[in-house]
Each structure stands twice: as C-alpha cells, then as structure tokens.
C-alpha cells in the first residue's frame, strides 16, 4: 500500500500521522486518508480539490505532476510526502 507522511511543520498544525492507504493514484491515496482523517484536508487542498498553493506533494523522489486533479499514478510501494512550500525571495 502507498504510504503519506506529512513534515514537522504541518503536523504541528493539525494532527496528521504517517498511514498506508490504498489507491493506484495520489487523489485516491489523499481521499482514503481524508476519510480518516478529515480535518487534514482543508491544510492540503483548497475549495476546487486542487493542492493549495503553498502546498507541494512529492511522489516519490518527484513532485506532483497534476496538482488539480492529484491523477499522478502510484504503486504498492510509493511514499507520498506532503509539504509546505517555500517561498520569498
């Protein structure tokens, strides 16, 4: 099964502990997750279903390609990491 684990800074906003989860893509993956663990979501996605902006999810070694629609593909062994973005300059 996929595994999501989330970084320190946005597990001290919301209690969002490391799971395996099932589905053969990243929104299934975050959906499964959500369903266990509702609040999270509003932290990773904004109203559309897209990540949010100062959101960057890795599959893998790569970032996600679809962040509208989370369509990248995983497999059994996949980590999905979520993260904050860094931005400024």
């Given at each position: 099964?996929?595994?999501?684990?989330?970084?320190?800074?946005?597990?001290?906003?919301?209690?969002?502990?490391?799971?395996?989860v099932?589905?053969t893509?990243?929104?299934?993956?975050?959906?499964?997750?959500?369903?266990?663990?509702?609040?999270?979501?509003?932290?990773?996605?904004?109203?559309?279903?897209?990540?949010?902006?100062?959101?960057?999810?890795?599959?893998?070694?790569?970032?996600?390609?679809?962040?509208?629609?989370?369509?990248?593909?995983?497999?059994p062994?996949?980590?999905?990491?979520?993260?904050?973005?860094?931005?400024?300059?």
């Amino acid at each position: 099964m996929p595994t999501i684990t989330f970084t320190a800074n946005l597990r001290r906003h919301v209690a969002c502990p490391t799971a395996q989860v099932a589905g053969t893509t990243v929104a299934q993956c975050l959906a499964a997750y959500f369903a266990v663990h509702p609040a999270v979501r509003s932290y990773v996605l904004d109203d559309q279903g897209g990540v949010r902006r100062h959101v960057v999810v890795f599959v893998g070694s790569d970032q996600l390609r679809d962040p509208s629609k989370q369509t990248d593909a995983v497999g059994p062994a996949t980590e999905i990491t979520v993260m904050q973005a860094l931005s400024g300059g």
